[in-house]
T-cell receptor
Framework: EAGVAQSPRYKIIEKRQSVAFWCNPI?????LYWYQQILGQGPKLLIQ????????DSQLPKDRFSAERLKGVDSTLKIQPAKLEDSAVYLC??????????FGPGTRLTVT | GEDVEQSLFLSVREGDSSVINCTYT??????LYWYKQEPGAGLQLLTY?????DMKQDQRLTVLLNKKDKHLSLRIADTQTGDSAIYFC?????????FGQGTTLQVKP
């Protein structure tokens, strides 16, 4: 069974630029999550989708971050404009039943 | 609010047992998890325990849960160099995972 796929794996941008990350969950997983992991910390949930609807986006900085999950499969997370403090690893996870979340390899973002 | 605390670093000799500890605050947590993260990789689900259980064993891994003290531990028997990684404890009371800051396990040959 293929795991959660993410791209790109690495991205370097300047502050005030925009960036987008892509995630393809495990086939059949209805729930998709985006987490932000700052160096030295545990992941923090940004947004949770159930199919193509948002379940929880309470921690998403909506003035600059947006996410969508069209057709209930793939998802994109966008940052516009980026700030230095957005440098982190962005992890996508998916689950069939909410008790087991499976993570992708992450996208490491560096904002200079 | 919800909070999960872990010690930051543990060093053991190859072949010894490792015990990684975690405390949490949310008494309504339904499941408690242990994830492993190797350098440059995502998180790998190791095991999880339902909150009405005291113990769960899975090969070299043993999870102990003290619900009264809100204390969770992960014991790795016969620790190998390949076990060197960051281990994250997480709780789930409302569906989303709340992670600790991670414990770096160093295994010396």
């Amino acid at each position: 069974e293929a795991g959660v796929a993410q791209s790109p794996r690495y991205k370097i941008i300047e502050k005030r630029q925009s960036v987008a990350f892509w995630c393809n969950p495990i086939s059949g997983h209805a729930t998709l999550y985006w987490y932000q992991q700052i160096l030295g910390q545990g992941p923090k949930l940004l947004i949770q989708f159930q199919n193509n609807g948002v379940v929880d986006d309470s921690q998403l900085p909506k003035d600059r971050f947006s996410a969508e999950r069209l057709k209930g499969v793939d998802s994109t997370l966008k940052i516009q404009p980026a700030k230095l403090e957005d440098s982190a690893v962005y992890l996508c996870a998916s689950s069939f039943e909410s008790r087991e979340q499976y993570f992708g390899p992450g996208t490491r973002l560096t904002v200079t | 609010g919800e909070d999960v605390e872990q010690s930051l670093f543990l060093s053991v000799r190859e072949g010894d047992s490792s015990v990684i500890n975690c405390t949490y605050t949310d008494s309504s947590s339904t499941y408690l998890y242990w994830y492993k993260q190797e350098p440059g990789a995502g998180l790998q689900l190791l095991t999880y325990i339902f909150s009405n259980m005291d113990m769960k064993q899975d090969q070299r891994l043993t999870v102990l849960l003290n619900k009264k003290d809100k204390h969770l531990s992960l014991r790795i028997a016969d620790t190998q160099t390949g076990d060197s990684a960051i281990y994250f404890c997480a709780e789930s009371g409302t569906g989303k995972l709340i992670f600790g800051q991670g414990t770096t396990l160093q295994v010396k040959p």
